[in-house]
């Protein structure tokens, strides 16, 4: 059965809207502003209609106003109050519980990187790039492939098979105690 919730999409004035007042989420204000300043609002905010609370996009309500949006896209919701603190949690542990093909990030990322204007408005730095453990498809079975990174940092790719990361993994712990700065993942 499908129990549609959403009773109209509209523009509202964002003084009009109450962010929910047990919100337990804390989000990153920045990096919502930097997709604001890049994308716009792409989906709206979902307030129910009976308590004019946020339940989902409590920040992006925030760093609009910040921003100095005097209006936001709202998509309305009708439900209960008891429904609307599921619905408020639910969003949030909803995206707790995903995760990445890392694979597919990493080649989505560096394709990203490569765009004008690089991972401006992402949510992802240089940095987060880097520090992914991402298989990298230039990259074959055994073979080595290393990269300089902006910063001057040197990057080693090593695939190995399962049978022998153990192994190998040990001679870079060892190897790591020979040289100034290895990290071993």
């Given at each position: 059965m499908q129990d549609y919730k959403i009773v109209r999409v509209e523009l509202v004035?964002?003084?009009?809207l109450i962010p929910h007042p047990r919100n337990p989420r804390r989000g990153d204000l920045e990096v919502i502003k930097e997709s604001l300043l890049t994308h716009g609002q792409y989906k709206p905010i979902v307030v129910n209609l009976q308590t004019r609370h946020i339940l989902a996009g409590n920040h992006t309500h925030r760093a609009a106003k910040e921003l100095g949006y005097k209006k936001v896209w709202v998509a309305w919701v009708d439900v209960p109050e008891e429904e609307e603190l599921k619905i408020l949690v639910v969003d949030n542990r909803s995206s707790d519980l995903a995760t990445y093909d890392t694979s597919e990030l990493g080649q989505l990322l560096r394709d990203i990187a490569d765009m004008e204007g690089g991972l401006f408005g992402s949510g992802f730095?240089?940095?987060d790039l880097e520090s992914l453990d991402l298989e990298d498809p230039r990259v074959e079975d055994g073979e080595l492939y290393s990269d300089r990174s902006s910063d001057g940092r040197v990057r080693i790719v090593l695939l190995v098979d399962k049978e022998h990361e153990m192994i190998v993994r040990d001679a870079?712990?060892?190897?790591a105690a020979k040289v100034e700065s290895l990290e071993v993942r």
């Open positions: 004035d964002v003084n009009e730095t240089e940095e870079l712990i060892d190897l």
